[in-house]
């Protein structure tokens, strides 16, 4: 079993849609970060939540320490935004990070 | 640019060889990360070390092992190197703030185990 599920696992949108891309976590955790990987493979780190919401720009991440829930939005989606999303926790103990399986957005113009 | 340098881009080696990654920080940062990524295993959280310290330990194998020098750069050492071991690596330098940090992550390097 993974510790954090991410879907939708593929994702094609029109440019201008919002976007909401979900992760789920079984373990209790420190921290949550959302990161951005590019198509020729840089990442970026978007977020780092461990409570409430977070925005920067046209993005928006949310975390649901309870529900063991986090969403990602994208609004006014743009193909520039094309790229794998991946949910990270790190553990209580700051020990271990555990990751999704990414999910792969493509934002037709 | 994240700051954050890698080298080798790329390397090429064969079985049972030995391979050092370097990792330079951003300038300032204190925190070193090691990630792997394989296309069966996804990224995977080797190891950090925080000012030459080792903080964290993940999912390193015992034939990889890693440091941080005094002037904050690190070095990831991979021995016996099986094909499995194939996999993009990918270092991150992070900065601390009020209840949280952001890591930056370097391009990575791109092993390829023959």
């Known amino acids: 079993k993974n510790e954090v599920e991410q879907s939708p696992q593929n994702l094609t949108a029109q440019e201008g849609e919002f976007i909401t891309i979900n992760c789920s976590y079984s373990v209790g955790i420190s921290a949550l970060h959302w990161l951005q990987q590019h198509p020729g493979g840089g990442i970026v780190s978007l977020f780092m939540?461990?409570?409430g919401k977070k925005k920067h720009g046209r993005l928006i991440a949310t975390i649901n320490i309870q529900e063991k829930h986090s969403s990602l939005h994208i609004t006014a989606s743009h193909p520039r935004d094309s790229a794998v999303y991946i949910c990270a926790v790190r553990s209580r103990t700051g020990n271990q990070f555990y990751f999704g399986t990414g999910t792969s957005l493509t934002v037709i113009p | 640019d994240s700051g954050v340098t890698q080298t080798p881009k790329h390397l090429i080696t064969a079985t049972g060889q030995r391979v050092t990654l370097r990792c330079s920080p951003r300038?300032?940062?204190?925190?070193v990360y090691w990630y792997q990524q394989s296309l069966d295993q996804g990224l995977q959280f080797l190891i950090q070390?925080?000012?030459?310290?080792e903080r964290a330990k993940g999912n390193i194998l015992e034939r990889f092992s890693a440091q941080q020098f005094p002037d904050l750069h690190s070095e990831l050492n991979l021995s016996s190197l099986e094909l499995g071991d194939s996999a993009l690596y990918f270092c991150?330098?992070?900065?601390?703030w009020g209840g949280g940090e952001t890591q930056y992550f370097g391009p990575g390097t791109r092993l390829l185990v023959l």
């Open positions: 939540l461990s409570s």
């Open positions: 991150a330098s992070s900065v601390e």
């Open positions: 300038s300032g940062d204190l925190s």
């Open positions: 070390y925080y000012n030459g310290e």
